[in-house]
């Protein structure tokens, strides 16, 4: 299994992922960073119903997902996930997760090493 990493423009890193293993690696994040409250369960509901977020993705043309956020989150920096991209690659589902900019990369790299991920890096 193989998981993509890279950083965007302001910090931001991202990670591509199948759908199966971004839960898993959210849910482990929330328990090593201590992090993640409306957010996290926005953007795990959106992974769970992928076609259905898919779809209307593509409907508005939107090419990241936006999770609600706690505004109190925000002023506590304990936002973990700032946006999701949900990919069709054949009959494969993939996900970009783009964390808060709070986030380092060793933690998320430490999380997908955990879960048996080889780790790719753009």
Do not use: C, H, W
Not at 9 to 25: C, E, F, H, N
Not at 65 to 70: E, G, H, M, V
Not at 74 to 89: A, H, N, Y
Request: proline share 2%; aromatic share 8%.
């Amino acid at each position: 299994m193989k998981a993509k990493i890279s950083q965007m423009i302001g910090q931001y890193i991202s990670v591509t992922i199948d759908a199966d293993g971004a839960l898993k690696l959210l849910e482990l994040l929330r328990e090593k960073l201590n992090k993640g409250g409306e957010d996290l369960e926005d953007a795990k509901r959106m992974i769970k119903n992928f076609d259905a977020f898919y779809d209307f993705m593509r409907k508005k043309f939107k090419e990241y997902l936006t999770p609600k956020k706690n505004v109190s989150d925000l002023i506590k920096g304990t936002v973990l996930v700032d946006k999701i991209k949900l990919i069709k690659e054949g009959d494969q589902k993939l996900v970009t997760i783009v964390f808060d900019r709070n986030i380092p990369r060793e933690p998320v790299e430490e999380a997908l090493r955990e879960l048996g991920y080889e780790i790719a890096y753009e």
